[in-house]
């Protein structure tokens, strides 16, 4: 049995988030809770074999029926060992199953084709997807152990019933005024589990930025600040964690409390009902040792009901938050027309400073623009939303019009730099195609693993916006070198101010103060402002 495939399109609430992933494996959380209820059944049961045999056995004078309540006692203990090895087991695996199905469904939605257009750091979407992910899986076992702990409290109710009815009702009523209490108190708790949470990502985001810019840190001398920087962000978060734990023990020792009050009041109530002869010694026994046993499952019930529950209200909070946020490239609201085949040639035509720029498969086309226009149309084609209706067509369809999974495979806007460790490997003649070194760490670094991963992938239409901004012109020499034939076949258009890029253009198209003009880069360098475009 496996958990079933996690969605959390369409939900709300954390509460609701909550509520579907409690309901995420119901077989296995199913098998773990009947085995958990035999568990607590078969552990309440022994006080009652205990004071039962003492009635019909040593009260009775019949001391031969002594070796058969023994029996009965062995018995039960050891369906009590396995109810509980085994639904521990199925208890875990239902957790852990719905902790990947909830791990899978999170990064299925950072990795999709539309993006996301929030701007969080790597840091804090690591803590969400990780340590609140964790925590809310965590939910499961709300179905598991409450559902025991309410199944041992009712036979306990019920038992106690039928010695006195009042003792019965005091454990039913006692026990749905303690839970709801427990409710309601904890929230402070929830509160402070939220912001330890978010103080733990702030850690992560920290460090995660320091690791991606140690070699400029050291560069600017402030490694002695981002190393301040990382302390006061972890200060924070074990303040915040110190101010949670805190919460948490006084929950726990006022629900310790409350199910203290109400175990001693039956306890001395059975005790004078057992001296004014209402009850017998082997009932006054049972009474014992049930309420004993009792103040087992209500603390529980604090903790697993309770805190539990909270606690994944907290991080369903963070988790939703992050799943529902808007899409960098949202999906059109319906299609046109019929996408054509990318299996034809490519054909990508942009509309960019009043101009058609049309790229057919081969081609490498320059613009060259000013830093702010040049950024803003990379933004643009990155977006090719909605909003962005008719800037790009590949193969005569408009790119708003396309489905992210359809645009994504027809086309790719590499960015300036990525994190190359997170990337999959490149083969050996892409990496030497963009002059790739070791493990990227510096910007060219960085900047050359983008540039690799371009080349590697399968997109017949590539946008290169700045490819080679960060590295030497030793090796934007080379990179311009081997450019067209590391793209070869495909349609490619190069936004940058490089000379040495747009030397092996087909053609360029040039933003200048002057106005726009086209041409082979050779010719355009005899125009003066051509030339003062270029820097």
């Not at 340590?131 to 199944?151: H, K, M, N, W, Y």
């Not at 929950?251 to 409350?258: C, H, K, V």
């Not at 400073?353 to 613009?367: C, D, E, L, M, Y």
Request: glycine share 8%; charged share 15%.
């Amino acid at each position: 049995m496996t958990a079933h495939r996690l969605s959390l399109a369409g939900i709300r609430s954390p509460r609701a988030l909550v509520f579907r992933t409690v309901g995420a494996a119901p077989g296995l959380a199913g098998g773990a809770a009947a085995l958990m209820v035999v568990q607590q059944v078969a552990e309440f049961t022994v006080p009652v074999l205990i004071g039962v045999a003492i009635d019909e056995s040593i009260a009775a004078g019949n001391l031969g029926n002594v070796v058969w309540w023994a029996a009965m006692l062995v018995l039960n203990f050891l369906v009590l060992v396995f109810a509980y090895q085994y639904g521990s087991r199925l208890g875990l695996r239902a957790v852990e199953s719905v902790q990947h199905s909830l791990r899978a469904a999170l990064t299925e939605r950072l990795i999709a084709p539309t993006g996301i257009a929030g701007h969080r750091p790597v840091g804090e979407m690591l803590a969400i997807a990780g340590s609140d992910v964790t925590r809310l899986s965590q939910a499961v076992l709300i179905v598991i152990f409450p559902a025991a702990e309410f199944a041992a409290l009712t036979y306990a109710g019920v038992a106690l019933t039928l010695i006195w009815w009042p003792l019965g009702l005091a454990v039913f009523g006692g026990g749905i005024v303690f839970v709801l209490t427990m409710e309601v108190i904890g929230r402070p708790f929830r509160e402070r589990t939220e912001r330890e949470q978010e103080h733990i990502g702030d850690v992560g985001a920290v460090t995660a930025d320091m690791l991606m810019g140690t070699r400029t840190l050291r560069g600017f001398g402030a490694a002695a600040w981002a190393i301040d920087q990382h302390a006061a962000a972890n200060i924070s978060a074990l303040a915040a964690t110190k101010r949670a734990r805190a919460a948490e023990q006084r929950f726990i020792a006022l629900s310790r409390s409350m199910s203290a009050v109400l175990v001693v009041a039956i306890a001395v109530t059975a005790g004078f009902l057992a001296l004014n002869g209402a009850i017998t010694v082997g009932q006054l026994v049972i009474v014992v040792g049930l309420v004993q046993l009792v103040i087992g499952p209500l603390e529980a019930l604090a903790i697993n009901l309770a805190t539990v529950w909270l606690a994944a209200l907290a991080s369903a909070k963070r988790v939703l938050a992050l799943f529902a946020e808007d899409e960098d490239r949202p999906e059109p609201l319906g299609m046109q027309h019929p996408p054509r085949s990318h299996e034809d040639p490519p054909v990508l035509e942009v509309h960019a400073f009043g101009q058609r720029i049309r790229v057919s498969g081969g081609q490498i086309v320059g613009v060259a623009a000013p830093s702010a226009p040049a950024n803003a149309l990379g933004a643009q084609l990155r977006r090719c939303g909605q909003q962005e209706a008719g800037l790009m067509w590949l193969n005569g369809d408009d790119s708003s019009v396309l489905v992210a999974r359809e645009l994504a495979a027809r086309l790719l806007v590499a960015t300036q730099r990525v994190a190359g460790a997170a990337l999959p490997a490149v083969p050996t003649q892409l990496r030497e195609a963009a002059q790739a070194v070791d493990p990227a760490l510096s910007g060219g670094e960085l900047q050359r693993e983008a540039l690799a991963h371009a080349y590697a992938s399968a997109s017949p239409a590539l946008v290169l916006h700045d490819p080679t901004s960060a590295v030497d012109p030793a090796t934007e020499q080379l990179i311009a070198e081997r450019l067209r034939s590391a793209v070869r076949g495909r349609a490619v258009l190069l936004i940058t101010t490089s000379p040495a890029l747009l030397a092996v253009t087909d053609t360029v198209v040039a933003c200048g103060t002057a106005g726009y003009t086209r041409g082979r880069h050779h010719d355009l360098l005899a125009d003066p402002g051509y030339r003062e475009l270029l820097g």
